[in-house]
């Protein structure tokens, strides 16, 4: 049987080799830690440093518990967890089939274990955690994965990240807590209906943090407090962005920058894309190509457009800074072969994000050729980061394997920039990444989902990622407008994919426009920047004239909505409100929120129906009860049902309930 200990605020527990900390960390929340080394592991990961919460801890003959507010774990004698609300209602219980606690109804032959150590050659373990499942419990959240589904419940999902996946392993139950597996190492979960298991392949501790709530509200705020929340988000980057595969030249860009302001056309950012540099690891621009980029800056600072450069962590064995990074340990390392872990033109390797010295080495080298010149916003591509082959176990970092720790790369990566950036005096960081953590958030990570097909298939899973993002903790997150892979514009069926796109993407809490279009443009040149190619025109006007009215009629109302959007924004720095949000988010007393609606809500005042299907002309909305209005008639309807409204190819569905949100529809 186990020992049960009060000591540091915390509830521990031994058994044989194995020790237990339960303690308070945050408001109604505990963090539970196990181990079979000599020591706890120190590192908080993804959870700061909680403000202090002294939980009532009580022992008796039967075993332990621990309260903090809203939550409480009970421990048995024999090492087995439950956690319940303040009501007593079990909320999560660990899945224990043995025979240490005949007590139990569940004592069973079987001998499976709720917390698994396998041990691994050389100390550490392979590490499983089981718990008992409520098949009709709806999960959400885990960050992005490319798939349509939006309750995870019978999902199995791979913790690692790769180009568009980007695992952020918090979960929101709709039986009223929040879960967060609390370690970056690869590895999965399944939330099977019989059993749920999380798994990591290679780690010290078993780390997971928990926290009970009334509302969706409630549990996300203090998930929120305990990771950190964006900062505010900058008055610019909430209007439009203009992106392309890629601007070769400082004179090709520019030139779209002065059309759009010719056309009357409200715009943000513009976007110097990659390979403008000469090569991997330069973080430079090619004088070839870019001759002037100070003067450039300044004419777009003129015309009140920000202008942000693609960053890639590559380094470039030929590149100048291959070297000196390789001799001072700044790059990360593989386990066996040759030293590549991406070509994409040449042989590179990443910098290693984890390492503070390598993070100050890449800042320097970027504020010298980028930040000087007035550039206050980054593109940090590759964040996952991309290798050629996912082999996760031949990598290590300065933090250590891959495997044991490499989820928290983008994290560190967007760390880079924002501790360089604040340090020189700038607020409001933001910095758009194809990847996250769990707290990559509060520096300043706005996430987009990487390099999606262009189809309404694709667009579907962009749906369900940007919804579980914000559940996730990323309120900051955005897509490539009409996907990436793929699409001319000169295609009647691309038009029509594109314009569904358009319109969801001026209800995303960051409107931009990328792709890699058809037909390609060759090469420039056969050095530097000149070698990679470009995609076909993806600004507005290259959509055909009805299309384009189309886009003007959403980029116009984006600027309108500037102030509502502003308030989101303070949400989301303040709260970690989500800006996208399930319909049980707003309204989680109605059972109708919490099935898959292909709906969300803006903010609490928008509620947007995209459409997502070719050839639809028309949209089911469910209503919750109350009187709704539409955005684009303002014609009244008395919610608690469904109500089926036209959607011809120039418009979204948006609902809004409160009548004084109509004025910023009206042109």
């Known amino acids: 049987m186990a020992i049960l200990k009060a000591e540091n605020r915390r509830l521990t527990v031994r058994e044989n080799n194995e020790k237990l900390w339960i303690e308070p960390w945050g408001k109604n929340a505990l963090r539970v ?53 303040q009501k007593g209602k079990i909320l999560l219980e660990e899945f224990v089939r043995n025979r240490r606690d005949v007590s139990d109804p569940k004592c069973s032959a079987l001998d499976v274990d ?56 918090f979960v ?26 999380w798994r990591s392949v290679s780690t010290k501790v078993i780390d997971y943090w928990i926290t009970a709530g009334d509302t969706p509200a409630e549990i996300e705020e ?35 920058a002065r059309e759009y302001k010719r056309r009357g056309l409200p715009i943000s950012v513009i976007v110097v894309d990659f390979f403008h540099w000469p090569l991997e690891g330069e973080w430079r621009f090619d004088p070839q190509y870019w001759p002037d980029p100070d003067a450039m800056i300044r004419e777009l600072r003129e015309m009140g457009i920000q202008l942000m450069v693609s960053i890639w962590p590559t380094v470039d064995h030929k590149s100048k800074n291959y070297n000196v990074m390789k001799e001072r340990g700044l790059l990360i390392n593989v386990e066996r072969g040759y030293p590549v872990a991406l070509h994409c033109v040449d ?38 980061p991309e290798y050629s082959y996912y082999d996760f176990d031949n990598y290590r970092y300065y933090l250590g394997p891959n495997v044991q720790i490499g989820n928290i790369y983008p994290k560190c990566y967007a760390q880079t920039f924002y501790e360089g ?16 953590w769990a707290g990559s958030q509060k520096y300043g990570a706005l996430v987009w989902s990487g390099d999606i097909h262009s189809s309404f298939y694709s667009m579907r899973n962009q749906f369900a990622a940007g919804l579980h993002m914000g559940i996730a903790g990323i309120p900051w997150w955005t897509t490539d407008i009409g996907g990436f892979h793929g699409g001319d514009p000169r295609d009647e069926a691309f038009r029509e994919a594109f314009a569904r796109w358009f319109q969801y993407g001026a209800f995303c809490p960051v409107m931009r426009l990328h792709g890699d279009r058809e037909p390609h443009s060759a090469p420039m040149s056969t050095v530097g920047g000149g070698r990679m190619a470009s995609g076909g025109p993806n600004e507005v006007w290259a959509y055909g004239e009805t299309v384009y009215e189309m886009c003007r009629k959403y980029m116009e109302l984006r600027e309108r909505l500037h102030p509502y959007i502003s308030e989101l924004m303070r949400e989301a720095h303040e709260k970690g409100t989500p800006v996208m949000r399930p319909m049980f988010y707003e309204f989680p007393e109605d059972p109708a929120c919490w099935e898959p609606l292909e709906q969300y809500m803006f903010g609490g005042k928008l ?39 036209p959607a011809p190819m120039t418009e979204i569905p948006v609902f809004t309930n409160d009548p004084a949100m109509l004025a910023y529809f009206k042109a």
Request: charged share 25%; proline share 5%; aromatic share 10%.
């Open 33 to 85: 830690r196990a181990t079979k080394l000599a020591e706890m592991p120190p590192e908080c990961w993804a959870l700061e440093e909680p403000v202090s919460h002294e939980a009532e801890i009580e022992i008796t003959e039967q075993g332990a518990t621990v309260r903090n507010g809203k939550i409480e774990a009970s421990v048995t004698k024999a090492g087995k967890l439950t956690f319940r609300n």
């Open 114 to 169: 709720a917390r698994e150590f396998r041990p691994i050659l050389g100390g550490d373990f392979s590490v499983t955690v089981r718990f008992e499942s409520d098949p009709k419990e709806k999960l959400f959240g885990m960050g992005q994965y490319q798939q349509p589904l939006l309750d995870l419940k019978g999902c199995e999902l791979e913790l690692a990240h790769r180009n568009s996946q980007a695992s952020v392993p």
């Open 172 to 197: 929101l139950s709709s039986l009223g807590y929040g879960f967060l597996w609390n370690n970056p190492a690869i590895g999965s979960v399944t939330f099977g209906q019989n059993v749920t298991s």
């Open 222 to 256: 203090q998930y929120a407090a305990a990771v950190g929340t964006v900062p505010m988000m900058p008055d610019w980057a909430m209007g439009f962005w203009q992106c392309k595969l890629r601007y070769q030249t400082q004179e090709e860009l520019l030139s779209v």
């Open 347 to 384: 042989d590179t390797i990443h910098y290693d994000a984890t390492n503070p010295e390598a993070r100050e080495f890449v800042w320097n080298e970027v504020k010298k050729n980028y930040y000087e010149k007035g550039i206050r916003v980054f593109w940090l591509d590759e964040a996952e």
């Open 421 to 436: 950036m604040t340090a020189e005096g700038q607020e409001n960081v933001l910095n758009l990444l194809r990847c996250a």
């Open 607 to 645: 509620l947007v129906a995209p459409v997502m299907e070719a050839g639809a002309r028309e949209k089911a909305v469910y209503l919750p009860a109350g009187t709704w209005y539409d955005a684009e008639t303002g014609k009244a309807y008395e919610g608690g049902g469904n109500v089926t409204v």
